[in-house]
Nanobody, 123 residues
């Protein structure tokens, strides 16, 4: 059974930091890219960051560049999203998702999704 389980969401003050985790199982982790997406109330889901497990290539949305860092521990089948200098605009449910091989911002290309973890940034 394929599973993606996010954790690490919390309530944090503006300027603070959080680390989200995405633990994957049930598929060949090394052959997949893992993306982080977020969805704020009343807004569409948007891509935040992505890492290709095969070659370690990383990608970031302009809104989070320089503040968020994605990393992967292939031995643990886990991807992390380190978020710093958090802003109220970062408040959303954060999802991780998996697709084969390469990163993409296109949501339909992701085969597997986690249940999401809530991040709330207070001003």
């Amino acid at each position: 059974e394929v599973q993606l389980v996010e954790s690490g969401g919390a309530l944090v003050q503006a300027g603070g930091s959080l680390r989200l985790s995405c633990a994957a199982s049930g598929f060949t982790f090394d052959d997949h890219a893992i993306g982080w997406f977020r969805q704020a109330p009343g807004k569409e889901r948007e891509g935040v960051s992505c890492i290709s497990s095969s070659d370690g290539s990383t990608y970031y949305a302009d809104s989070v560049k320089g503040r968020f860092t994605i990393s992967s521990d292939n031995a643990k089948n886990t991807v992390y999203l380190q978020m710093s200098s958090l802003e109220p605009e970062d408040t959303a449910v954060y999802y991780c998702a998996a697709r084969t091989r390469f990163c993409s911002w296109l949501i339909p290309g992701y085969n597997y999704w986690g249940q999401g973890t809530q991040v709330t940034v207070s001003s």
